[in-house]
């Protein structure tokens, strides 16, 4: 087990590097130049001293393969520069931002899990009835509506007409109410889904058969047999949105004035700060791989058909 | 009731009483104290938005600080008022040299900074080395280049000394960055002050209190400030990035002032103005929008061309349309709001017969059966470049489009990111362009150098033009002159020149929008395009 977390680890490695030379390389193929963007960014007009100034600043005119170098250089120390814009280390940065997103996530994460799992289950026990009906239209409407058009139509109503919850901003959990249903939302519909097909499949499952042929509860064969089994999709689906959530809260951020990083590295791309762009890939590439591998842990613990070596024994 | 039964209603009214906690906590919110004007100690407050973080208040430096949170904070020597005005706000008076090169100024005494320190010359002095310690960040500013020395004559005296005469001294001095003063403890050790600042200590009617980074900021009074003092206590500051919500929390009440330059969309404005709950105000002309018509390329370079493209298209209709009324439409490039530019100069109006005529005498004919004009075997075409961000100038380019299109001129549109855009003005790379001035106290000043100095981009539009090389010289004269006549009759002569030349379309008078709840009372544009409006700002019940 060890040796496989560790191989996977390894593995991380040229995975980030592809993904730090993307970035780079699609930075540079941009037709904006950064000292340019940050210069018109702070009204100051770029005249041609000053621009040559900045870019001797910003190290940009240095060869592209030093400055590429000298990127990864600082990468591997985690030292990911200092931020055009405000002239502070980008890591303080993230570091005061990334505890808001994190919790926007997580909380986002547990509601859709907590609202889910009982409806996808009690939606492929009463097939085509009135809770399955409902589930069916949460994950319609879930799953076609725009996120930051639900953050406004939740906002209006919430907020402005029934003055239940703040507008905007963060700090009580009141705040998270509204950010939390609208990233979440999506989540829903897509889990009650997935859970419900693959409830509905196990339960044409000859163990399922014989359960009841046992005479065991259906409650108990749902419990104890079916959701074990047919909670693995939701998994797989969980890991991969953990970092999806992460680095996509950036619309919700906006909408519900959010002091966090999607917020940042949104003012980032507009102004070019470079150093910035770069460590948001970077810890976005860091998010999934781990994600992922968490996920396979995950599945690996779940299911002791699958070696850690990844092929399936009999 | 069934054991079954009881247990469901049992845990419907948990659920239904937790709800209830939830929603009656949910209603006190924990962001800034005292947000409503009715607080504990009767404090007055106004709380609005901006859409961005106010920054480090570093009064030196640029981005990410916000220009009009630097303003309640710091004062210049000289401020600009209505019309174009220079009052005394730091400095009492000032004498100016008869070679226009030497401004001494009499500093106001007993004028204190936020934390109890006098100023005095010394410390304009050391606010003097630190900017110009880095010189060419502030470059694009006139009057750092011609800048020679400064000296601190005595305690309230300050005198500085130009390389060469340059009569918007004391315009540049009144614009909210970098020539404001710092207080001796905001100074880092190293007097740099464009690595940061200890913290923000400046003699202006406001200070920082609390300030959360990406939330919110508050000001209140300056105790120690020497004008008059403020009649509100505290402004609160909410960072709300998107337009939308910002209107959503003023109609909750959450706000109380939502001012700026297209802070919030057009539509909601007119919505907000329409239910008649609010006040909503629009400012004078803070700057025009423009059409450039790039001389540089052939086409463009004939005046005739020039003009029937102005005359071809319904100007009034076009902002009315476009705008809904909430920019004004344009007969000169500089409103009349600006010294110097109240000159009388004939508009170019629209006249469709007009324009046809002129295009037919520049030789660009209607093919039999088709629709583009031609002349020599080539096209009229032009290509027109626009911020696709920009809802207005899309907008607008599609009118001018189909306008034009219909004098046989084809316009191909080409949405662009601002920057690229920006970077195309500046490389010459382009036939039609949006283009605005920078508004009070820059112009007319910041206007008539653009249009004489390359690397603007705008003197190349106006290359192919047959006095442009007198235009330049105008220019250089009226930037250098010290006598007021003299200038005022130069300003007119370039005006004149650049309405007749046609090669920068005025469009439309851009204007600033304020709502405002109807508590507040005595708000008033500020004259200078990037300063607060908080001075005499009022609550009435």
């Known amino acids: ?81 200092t931020s055009y814009l405000t002239n502070k280390p980008v890591w303080d940065e993230v570091k005061v931002r990334l505890p808001a997103t994190v919790e926007l996530a997580l909380s986002s994460m547990v509601l ?126 969980m890991g991969m949105n953990l970092g999806k959530l992460l680095t996509g809260t950036i619309i919700v951020e906006q909408v519900f004035s959010w002091p966090g990083f999607g917020r940042y590295f949104v003012e980032a791309i507009f102004n070019r700060d470079i150093p910035v762009i770069q460590c948001y890939v970077f810890l976005a590439a860091c998010l999934f791989i781990v ?23 009999q | 009731m069934s054991v079954r039964h009881r247990k469901t209603a049992t845990i419907m009214l948990v659920a239904i009483l937790l709800l209830s906690v939830i929603l009656g906590c949910a209603k006190q919110e924990n962001t800034p104290a005292s947000t409503s004007t009715d607080g504990a100690a009767n404090e007055k407050s106004i709380t609005l938005s901006w859409p961005r973080d106010i920054g480090t208040m570093n009064p030196h430096v640029y981005n ?37 090169k030497t401004y001494t100024f009499k500093l106001r005494k007993g004028v204190k900074f936020s934390d109890g320190t006098l100023f005095n010359a010394a410390i304009v002095k050391k606010n003097f080395d ?100 403020p009649k509100v206590d505290k402004i609160i500051v909410k960072i709300i990035p998107d337009g939308e919500t910002r209107v959503m929390a003023f109609e909750k009440g959450d706000l109380d002032l939502i001012y700026g330059e297209g802070v919030i969309s057009l539509d909601a404005f007119k919505q907000l103005r329409d239910t008649n709950n609010y006040v909503t105000k629009l400012s004078e002309p803070v700057g025009t929008r423009s059409l450039l018509l790039n001389s540089s390329n052939p086409k463009l370079a004939d005046l005739r061309v020039r003009l029937a493209l102005q005359h071809g298209f319904n ?48 030789g660009w004919k209607l093919p039999a059966g088709g629709t583009v004009r031609e002349k020599d075997g080539q096209q009229l075409d032009f290509e027109l470049i626009f911020d696709k961000t920009d809802p207005i100038q899309k907008a607008m380019a599609e009118t001018i489009q189909a306008e034009w299109g219909e004098l046989g001129v084809k316009v191909n549109l080409t949405g662009l990111e601002l920057t690229v855009q920006i970077k195309r003005l500046r490389s010459n790379q382009f036939d039609l362009y949006f283009w605005y001035n920078y508004g009070a106290p820059y112009d007319p000043h910041s206007f008539i150098n653009v249009i004489a100095k390359k690397s603007f981009g705008i003197s190349e539009v106006l290359s192919a033009l047959p006095m442009k090389k007198d235009l330049d010289q105008q220019v250089h004269e009226a930037l250098s002159s010290t006598d007021e006549t003299k200038r005022q009759e130069l300003y007119a002569s370039i005006l004149k020149t650049l309405q007749e030349q046609s090669a920068i379309v005025p469009i439309s008078y851009i204007k600033k929008t304020a709502v405002y709840q109807k508590k507040i009372t005595n708000f008033v544009f500020p004259a200078n395009r990037d300063e607060n409006p908080f001075e005499g700002i009022e609550i009435g019940k």
């Open chain 1, 1 to 81: 087990m060890i040796s496989y977390i560790g191989k996977r680890m390894v593995a991380v490695i040229p995975i980030v590097l592809f993904a730090t030379l993307v970035t780079f390389a699609l930075i540079h193929i941009s037709p904006v130049d950064p000292a340019e963007a940050y210069l018109t960014a702070a009204h100051i007009y770029p005249t041609p001293e000053i621009l040559e100034q900045k870019r001797h600043e910003f190290g940009l005119d240095q060869p592209l393969l030093t400055q590429y170098i000298q990127t990864l250089q600082r990468i591997s120390r985690l030292d990911f520069g």
């Open chain 1, 112 to 237: 859709s899990i907590v609202v889910s799992i009982p409806l996808g289950v009690l939606a492929a026990m009463r097939k085509n009835g009135w809770i399955d009906m409902l589930s069916r239209g949460i994950s319609y409407f879930g799953a076609s509506i725009p996120q930051f058009w639900l953050g406004y139509l939740l906002i209006f109503f919430f907020s402005v007409r029934l003055d239940w919850l703040p507008v905007e901003g963060r700090g009580t959990w009141q705040h998270l109410v509204l950010p939390t249903l609208t990233l979440s939302l999506v989540l829903i519909a897509l889990y009650t889904r997935l859970l419900r097909s693959s409830v509905l499949e196990q339960l044409q499952e000859t163990y399922v058969q014989y359960a009841r042929t046992r005479g065991i509860r259906e409650r108990v064969i749902m419990l104890k047999h079916v959701l074990k089994i047919a909670i693995a999709p939701l998994i797989t689906g």
């Open chain 1, 291 to 313: 994600c992922n591998l968490l996920v396979d842990l995950v599945h690996l613990y779940m299911d002791p058909r699958i070696s850690s070596k990844g092929r399936t024994e």
């Open chain 2, 64 to 100: 990410p600080s916000q220009l009009f949170a630097q303003s309640m904070i710091y004062e210049p020597l000289v401020s600009y008022k209505q019309g174009g005005k220079l009052e005394p706000a730091l400095a009492e008076a000032w004498t100016i040299s008869k070679d226009g």
């Open chain 2, 130 to 229: 630190a900017i110009m310690k880095n010189e060419k960040t502030h470059s694009w500013l006139g009057i750092v280049s011609v800048l020679d020395k400064t000296e601190a004559v005595d305690d309230s005296t300050f005198r500085m000394t130009l390389k060469e005469p340059y009569y918007p001294v004391l315009q540049d001095l009144s614009v909210v960055r970098p020539f404001r003063f710092l207080g001796e403890a905001g100074f880092p050790d190293d007097g740099d002050t464009s690595k940061g600042i200890k913290k923000p200590v400046g003699t202006g009617p406001w200070m920082l209190d609390e300030y959360k980074q990406d939330e919110y900021a508050t000001f209140k009074r300056n105790p120690n400030y020497w004008g008059t003092a």
């Open chain 2, 315 to 362: 100007k009034q209709a076009m902002v009315e349309g476009v705008t809904s009324g909430l920019e004004e439409k344009a007969d000169t490039v500089l409103s009349k709001n600006y010294p110097y530019t109240n000159v009388d100069l004939q508009p170019v109006d629209y006249d469709v017969e007009k324009s046809k005529a002129l295009l037919d005498e520049a």
